[in-house]
């Protein structure tokens, strides 16, 4: 018996469809908040996108007179073999292609009106392929901080949490909201779980196009087809316009597609209802087979990367393409087109860049996300302030309990040159935890929600205390072990001196890794810079005899050189040594000074002669040139974002 007509199957799906009618009327009403009633279609008309070609520097068009339109409650899928366009294509749509190098034709319009990228930031998200998620946070969390961020004001606490609650619900989620997104030390939900939660936190935002790209790469036939069914779904219960693209999507997936368009070498092999695939390839004489997977079948047709002959695989291709621009299916796209721009006008602009939070309420919001991380993720800093304290104890039995004899001047300077130098060294640890905030940042920014000031605003004020109090457990232990000046105007001088070194190099972390947001390579180019400072700070080798193109360009921004000359400054403007007893009876003092006849040598004799030649300049002056330094670095970095767009 053929399977559609067994009775029993029959009633089941009656009773899904009735069923899944009125779940969507009740998913609708309870989430009223997210349901679309202001965008009603989106459209594009010959869009085009040329690059610079990156051998040749020849412009090469990547994208060619693509034409389409997507109504409200449909999911288009942008497909096509590896490398024909469908980022492209998505990253045009949702005007994220901001290269100076990349040259974008064509129009695109929102209900019939020209949909410039500041208006499409205030109706439409994009989800990127990677999950930029912050792993200590619940699921509750990333999208209840997903809403602080991008809800207008007037909305009040409840209500926000409503939608929260709604998004949760929406993707299925709600079983989880209190697991932790997981970190490479604590996991936490599987793949298709973190996909859904990267939409639902875009949901929260109430979006009504969304831009989905390869929302199933990287998942299970099973986690796709979940991943797809909830978006599918989720177009249908709140008439969004879902465009995603899509590698290779199994049959049911593929079913769950409304519209489809297909690519190949950036020209449009199809465009239309998925229900019109099957009549339009049997009418330009390559019908897909009964049982096989379509989407299989027609990315194998227009894939030419391994044909065998090639140029009647291209042959084959260009058929396709003039096929397509000659057929009816095309035709009736314009006309639909021209009919949407001379029709659909819904009023839509209406949303205000004033219904954003202020950039004070997001600044408090990302250090409230910080703070969260910050206790959380041992990476951010727990492992820094285990570290610290390995490092103050090795540091504080190595030089321990130094005798205040000639002989050991010397070695105070290196303990204060080694402290100084490795605590600033040490800062690399924080670049994996700023990656990840970076690149939250980059996917929010995109979305609109908030720029570089509130970012750096918060991303330094949450390092405050943490850097304070990490400066104050290494000193507790290293400074009373080593026998520094043992006072307490010395001691909170020294933790002073370590707090800015570590401002300073976290600043220059941050710098580095906005530059280069690679781990590996912000990682080598900050521990270069920090063997910089270690060999022109003076100490190594002394500015007198260091080359004037490292002293004059490196020396003086140097702030381990500051560093180290206000903690000598702190150790021997008031502490007074023994001289060795010569052979004789007498004294032989190291540093000539006033109290040599007493066999003694005062502190400040050795920052006189210090062969280095500090002097005895203040703590003011030098705390000063720190906070500049720091200033400097925090300004760049911000300065840096600006101009970084992507
Ligand atoms: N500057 C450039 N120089 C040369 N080719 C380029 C340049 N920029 C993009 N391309 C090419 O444009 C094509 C389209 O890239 P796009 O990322 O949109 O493809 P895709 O279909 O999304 O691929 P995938 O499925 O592999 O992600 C690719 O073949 C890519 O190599």
Not at 152 to 175: C, Q, T
Not at 324 to 339: C, D, E, L, Y
């Amino acid at each position: 018996m053929a399977v559609g007509k067994n009775p029993a199957i029959q009633a089941t799906r009656l009773f899904t469809n009735n069923a899944a009618e009125k779940d969507l009327e009740q998913s609708r009403q309870a989430n009223n908040h997210f349901v679309n009633d202001t965008v009603h279609s989106i459209s594009w008309e010959n869009l085009s996108v040329t690059v610079e070609d990156r051998r040749t520097k020849t412009p090469l068009t990547i994208l060619s007179s693509a034409s389409g339109h997507v109504e409200a409650g449909k999911v288009l899928a942008l497909m096509g073999p590896s490398g024909c366009g469908k980022t492209t294509m998505l990253n045009a749509l949702a005007h994220r292609l901001t290269s100076s190098k990349t040259k974008t034709t064509g129009t695109i319009q929102v209900n019939g009106q020209a949909a410039s990228a500041s208006k499409l930031s205030y109706i439409a998200r994009y989800v990127e392929q990677e999950d930029a998620l912050i792993g200590s946070l619940t699921v509750k969390e990333s999208i209840y901080f997903s809403a602080q961020l991008a809800l207008p004001s007037a909305i009040n606490k409840a209500e926000r949490m409503g939608r929260v609650k709604d998004a949760l619900h929406s993707f299925g989620i709600e079983g989880q909201a209190d697991t932790l997104v997981g970190t490479p030390l604590r996991k936490g939900i599987s793949g298709g779980q973190k996909r859904r939660l990267s939409v639902a936190s875009q949901l929260v935002t109430s979006p009504k196009i969304l831009f989905l790209d390869e929302p199933t790469s990287g998942l299970d036939s099973a986690a796709s087809r979940e991943v797809m069914s909830y978006i599918s779904r989720l177009a249908k219960q709140l008439n969004l316009i879902v465009i995603i693209s899509i590698h290779q999507p199994s049959t049911t997936t593929f079913d769950l597609l409304d519209q489809i368009m297909l690519l190949s070498s950036g020209k449009t092999c199809f465009f239309g209802a998925r229900e019109d695939i099957e009549p339009y390839f049997e009418s330009i004489s390559h019908p897909i087979p009964l049982h096989i997977n379509p989407a299989e079948f027609l990315l194998d047709l227009v894939n030419i990367d391994f044909a065998i002959d090639k140029p009647a695989a291209n042959a084959q291709l260009d058929g396709i393409h003039q096929s397509w621009s000659q057929s009816p299916n095309a035709q009736n796209i314009q006309s639909s087109i021209t009919q949407l721009l001379n029709t659909d006008r819904g009023a839509l602009w209406h949303i205000e860049p004033s219904s954003r939070p202020d950039p004070i309420f997001q600044t408090l919001t990302l250090l409230h996300r910080s703070f969260i991380k910050s206790y959380r993720d041992v990476i951010a800093y727990q492992v820094r302030i285990a570290m610290y304290l390995g490092l103050a104890i090795m540091m504080g039995t190595v030089w321990l309990r130094l005798p205040y004899t000639q002989t050991s001047i010397q070695t105070f300077i290196n303990a204060i040159f080694f402290g100084g130098a490795f605590m600033s060294f040490m800062a690399v640890a924080y670049i994996p935890a700023y990656l990840e905030d970076f690149q939250m940042f980059r996917k929010e920014r995109a979305n609109g929600l908030y720029g570089p000031l509130p970012f750096t605003l918060a991303n330094f004020l949450i390092g405050l205390p943490y850097l304070f109090l990490i400066s104050i457990l290494f000193s507790v232990i290293a400074y009373w072990l080593a026998n520094l000046r043992p006072t307490a105007s010395g001691f909170w001088l020294w933790v002073l001196y370590l707090f800015l070194d570590l401002l300073a190099a976290e600043g220059l972390v941050v710098l580095i890794a906005s530059l280069m947001p690679i781990f590996v390579v912000a990682l080598a180019v900050t521990a270069f810079a920090n063997g910089l400072w270690m060999c022109v700070g003076g100490f190594l080798v002394p500015p007198g005899t260091l080359n004037v193109f490292w002293k004059y360009v490196f020396h003086y921004i140097d702030y381990q050189a500051w560093v180290t000359q206000g903690l000598i400054i702190n150790q021997f403007k008031t502490t007074i040594y023994d001289c060795a007893v010569d052979n004789h009876g007498g004294w032989n003092c190291m540093y000539p000074s006033d109290l040599m006849s007493e066999g003694k040598i005062r502190g400040t004799a050795v920052i006189e002669a210090f062969r280095y030649g500090y002097g005895s300049g203040e703590h003011g002056k030098i705390i000063g040139i720190m906070i500049g330094i720091i200033a400097a670095y925090r300004l760049f970095g911000y300065l840096l974002l600006v101009l970084k767009r992507t």
